[in-house]
C-alpha cells in the first residue's frame, strides 16, 4: 500500500506561481513513478506531468515550458512547479504513484484556481 497526500493549492493571479507537492508513505520502495493529474470542472482528467524511477519527465503539451515535475527521495515527495499560470489551469490537482507490481495510487486532490 502507498499513501499519497497533497499540498500547496490556492488562489492565486493568473500569470502567477504555485508550487504543489505530494508526499508518499507506506511501500515506497515499489513505486516506479510518480504522476500529477488534474480535473477541470466540466472537464476529463488529465495527466499534467510524470517522473520515473530513472529521472525521465514527460508533460502534457499545455504545460510545458511553465510546469516542472521533480522529487526529493530522501523526503519522498514529488513537487510541481507551476510558473506563468493560466485562468485555464484551475483544476484539481492529483498526485499518483504506480508501483513495479502494476498497482496505482492516487491522493485526494488539491484544488488550484488561477484567477484572470
Known amino acids: 500500500q502507498v499513501q499519497l497526500v497533497e499540498s500547496g493549492g490556492g488562489l492565486v493571479q493568473a500569470g502567477g506561481s504555485l508550487r504543489l507537492s505530494c508526499a508518499a508513505s507506506?511501500?515506497?520502495?515499489?513505486?516506479?513513478?510518480r504522476g500529477w493529474h488534474r480535473q477541470a470542472p466540466g472537464k476529463q482528467l488529465e495527466l499534467v506531468a510524470v517522473?520515473?524511477?530513472?529521472?525521465?519527465?514527460n508533460y502534457a503539451d499545455s504545460v510545458k515550458g511553465r510546469f516542472t515535475i521533480s522529487r526529493d527521495n530522501a523526503q519522498n515527495t514529488v513537487y510541481l512547479q507551476m510558473n506563468s499560470l493560466k485562468p485555464e489551469d484551475t483544476a484539481v490537482y492529483y498526485c499518483?504513484?504506480?508501483?513495479?507490481?502494476?498497482?496505482?495510487?492516487w491522493g485526494k486532490g488539491t484544488l488550484v484556481t488561477v484567477s484572470s
Open positions: 499518483s504513484a504506480n508501483t513495479i507490481l502494476g498497482r496505482e495510487y
Open positions: 517522473i520515473r524511477s530513472g529521472g525521465s519527465t
Open positions: 507506506g511501500s515506497i520502495f515499489s513505486i516506479s513513478a
